[in-house]
DNA sequence: GTCTATAAACAGATAGAC
DNA sequence: GTCTATCTGTTTATAGAC
């Protein structure tokens, strides 16, 4: 059963994801939602707790797919072992960007909070990225043998997730250029296997200089 | 000296880059370049026509941007010369796109069209995107020996240049995870030293493999 | 070419009936 | 809790004086 306040706050993470919060208006919202203008204030006390109330779901969203992605506990006991994690974390989280619709609307609604950051941003940093970020420096570290908090791990993953979100961000420059439709599951295959060429390739580099 | 038109535009990319299209009025725009809201529409037509002419200022822009890193005829003789100057366009891509305020501004009025893609997202794509890309193409190829128009390597270049772009598009995030108070020459420098790490163990492991 | 004044449509917020 | 009608301010576009 859907209550009314979680549809509305659907309909406006897809708008916020899709067209932006500007540009999309709370009519919209409330018409997308089944519902009427009044009530989005009536819920969420206006547009802008909307947008509060949209950062808060995407925390507890992206909580339970991090959380189901660990669920089997990542042996990191060899260098060895936490690569094919590090691998397996590229993987899903391609997966679920170019292709879940979710991931999608997640992905704008956070891309746009970078360009023009509101407290929301606020939100999902403490909620979901200086989290998400330590812990695969840790499981970096455990490949490389440096340090986790090395300034070097910590822009390597940076990198490294800059790579897999480009993809989603360009997608309209990437398909254009590669002559693809759209992405399906082959493309982000390939698009898998470039990622993961450039994480091997830089962690043996890594790991080459730590002996 | 600069014309009324000139002085709009550039007001116009600079709240398109930084705000956003939808959320930068043409008043503001109108104040910005010290002239009012009725010009707008005498020199482009509209708010949409302006928005048309920031795309093509942009690829001119570039258009000299690019020209002048190009002046030296970059040569490609050997791999390892091709290698040095795939280097220096990457330390030339993150001084402009974190460095250059002018970068930002670019950047920031691209990314939003990759988001919510207009007709000014073509122009730009056929204006400079696509012959970019494929130039830097060219130049892998030479390095690692593999054809320029193969999957792989249009894929690696994307991986390359989304690497240097999200670190200007998650510059807050990045900032507050490496407790930078703001991107100057030493985080630039880390920065460039990480992307170069990435490519320059791309680049061998595809030769190594054309071997 | 430049500007002021205004038109017409839109936004977000809210009062009040149910 | 839900909804309609309305208030208030802002948006883009434009008419018309200079």
Redesign the interface.
């Known amino acids: 059963m859907a209550t009314t306040r979680e549809a509305i706050l659907e309909a406006a993470l897809r708008g916020f994801g899709k067209?932006?919060y500007?540009?999309t208006g709370i009519r919209e919202i409330a018409a997308g939602a089944g519902s009427n203008v009044a009530s989005i204030s009536y819920h969420f006390g206006g547009k802008e707790g909307l947008r509060a109330a949209c950062a808060e779901h995407i925390v507890k969203l992206m909580g339970t797919v991090l959380a189901s992605g660990r669920s089997e506990e990542p042996p990191l006991a060899t260098p060895e072992a936490a690569e094919a994690t590090l691998a397996a974390l590229v993987r899903s989280l391609v997966r679920f960007l170019l292709l879940d619709p979710d991931g999608a609307l997640v992905a704008?609604f956070m891309?746009?909070e970078?360009?023009?950051?509101s407290t929301a941003?606020d939100t999902i940093?403490e909620g979901l990225?200086?989290g998400a970020?330590a812990r695969v420096c840790a499981i970096w570290s455990a490949v490389t043998g440096q340090p986790a908090d090395a300034?070097?791990v910590?822009?390597?993953v940076?990198?490294t997730?800059?790579?897999i979100?480009?993809?989603h961000?360009?997608?309209?420059?990437?398909n254009?250029?590669?002559e693809w439709p759209a992405i399906g599951e082959a493309e982000a295959a390939?698009?898998t296997?470039?990622?993961l060429?450039?994480l091997?390739?830089?962690l043996?580099?890594?790991r080459d200089q730590a002996s």
């Open positions: 067209k932006g500007d540009a704008g891309m746009r970078m360009a023009q950051p941003l940093y990225f200086e970020h300034e070097a910590r822009l390597a940076f990198a997730i800059g790579q979100l480009y993809f961000i360009a997608r309209p420059v990437v254009r250029r590669m390939a698009i296997d470039t990622i060429r450039n091997h390739a830089r043996a580099a890594d």
